[in-house]
């Protein structure tokens, strides 16, 4: 099966700084890859997502990446705000029609003011 | 808005109690997801269901079973609740696709059990 790794599972930033979060996968099939958050005390809630044939998204102040030959996608916050601060977590969904996501372990990311 | 409601935020059973954690979701959807969350471990796929009565195991199925009998209500069972099954339990929807997932997420229930 699929198989996500994420990383760092902490970051700390000074507020304006960019943060990066970056995963792996492992399956070649995986074709959409989405990046959510949660805040404290919610659920998850998707902020951005890229599908396998496109290379890059930018939404405002985020931007994902993707690599299909290194089976690496990254998130990119920029100019970060006390708001940002919460868990991101990338997945991996393994192919058409397949509604299963496979999620990376997380990364606690903190904006220090 | 969309919404996804679990139908207890905090909860405390005892081990071997059989417990029910309910979830609806208001937005027709055809798919619907238990997942589990620990720290390091991130958010762990228990079962899904992308239709009335129909049923896949996830990742980590042990110890759970589920239950879909309307379209818009899933519900998580364990049978014999242990100590290992403390945890924070998500409960998800989304429409069925061929070119994306967005998942939409209840606030979660934390079970703990002792």
């Known amino acids: 099966g699929e198989n996500v790794e994420q990383h760092p599972s902490t970051l700390s930033v000074q507020e304006g700084d960019s943060a990066v979060i970056k995963c792996t996968y492992s399956?070649?099939?995986?074709?959409?890859f989405p990046w959510y958050k949660q805040e404290l005390g919610k659920g998850p809630q998707l902020i951005i997502d890229?599908?396998?044939?496109?290379g890059e998204k930018k939404d405002q102040r985020i931007a994902v990446t993707l690599n299909k030959t290194a089976k690496h996608f990254s998130l990119h916050i920029t100019e970060t705000q006390p708001e940002d601060s919460a868990v991101y977590f990338c997945?991996?969904?393994?192919?058409?029609?397949?509604?299963?996501?496979?999620f990376g372990t997380g990364t606690r990311l903190t904006i220090i003011p | 808005d969309v919404k996804v409601t679990q139908s207890s935020r905090y909860l405390v059973k005892r081990t071997g109690e059989k417990v029910f954690l309910e979830c609806v979701q208001d937005?027709?959807?055809?798919?619907m997801f238990w997942y589990r969350q620990d720290p390091g471990l991130g958010l762990r796929l228990i079962y899904f269901?992308?239709?009335?009565?129909?049923?896949e195991k996830g990742d980590i199925p042990e110890g759970y079973s589920v239950s879909r009998e309307k379209k818009e209500r899933f519900s998580l069972i364990l049978e014999s609740a242990s100590t290992n099954q403390t945890s924070m339990y998500l409960c998800?929807?989304?429409?069925?696709?061929?070119?994306?997932?967005?998942?939409?997420f209840g606030q979660g229930t934390r079970l703990t059990v002792v």
């Open positions: 998800a929807s989304s429409l069925w696709t061929v070119y994306y997932t967005e998942a939409f």
């Open positions: 399956d070649s099939a995986s074709n959409y």
């Open positions: 890229i599908r396998s044939n496109v």
């Open positions: 997945a991996a969904r393994h192919n058409f029609g397949n509604e299963k996501l496979t």
């Open positions: 937005m027709d959807h055809e798919n």
């Open positions: 269901s992308y239709d009335v009565k129909m049923k």
